[in-house]
C-alpha cells in the first residue's frame, strides 16, 4: 500500500556528513510519525530519530546534537542530515512511516528496504 524508497548512503570517512531522504507513495492519507532506524552487524535494529507530522522530534541519545530529521509533509518525504559521523554510525539505515491508507481508517508500519552507511575511521 505504501512505498518507501531511501537513497543517500554511501562511505564517508569520520567527521564527514551525508544526508539520506525517504518519500513515500501510494495510497497514502496521512502518515502521522516518519522516523529512521538502524541495524549493525550483529546487533538489534534500533531507533534513530523520528518526527511526527507537527515536527515534534525524538532523536536517540548517541546521535543527539549531530544528526537532524526533517520532513516536507507535502512531499511524503523525510530527511536525515547526519554531521560528524563516526565509525559506530556504521549501519543499514531504514526508513519508517506510521500511514493511513485509502483502504483502511487504522494505520501501519511500513518500512523502506534500507541503505548503506558505512564510516571509516
Known amino acids: 500500500q505504501v512505498q518507501l524508497v531511501e537513497s543517500g548512503g554511501g562511505l564517508v570517512q569520520a567527521g564527514g556528513s551525508l544526508r539520506l531522504s525517504c518519500a513515500a507513495s501510494g495510497r497514502i492519507v496521512s502518515i502521522n510519525v516518519m522516523g529512521w532506524y538502524r541495524q549493525a552487524p550483529g546487533k538489534q535494529r534500533e531507533l534513530v530519530a523520528a518526527?511526527?507530522?507537527?515536527?515534534?522530534?525524538n532523536y536517540a541519545d548517541s546521535v543527539k546534537g549531530r544528526f537532524t530529521i526533517s520532513r516536507d509533509n507535502a512531499k511524503n518525504t523525510v530527511y536525515l542530515q547526519m554531521n560528524s559521523l563516526k565509525p559506530e554510525d556504521t549501519a543499514v539505515y531504514y526508513c519508517?512511516?506510521?500511514?493511513?491508507?485509502?483502504?483502511?481508517?487504522?494505520?501501519?508500519?511500513?518500512w523502506g528496504q534500507g541503505t548503506q552507511v558505512t564510516v571509516s575511521s
Open positions: 519508517n512511516a506510521d500511514a493511513v491508507v485509502v483502504t483502511s481508517p487504522r494505520s501501519y508500519d511500513y
Open positions: 518526527i511526527t507530522s507537527g515536527g515534534s522530534t
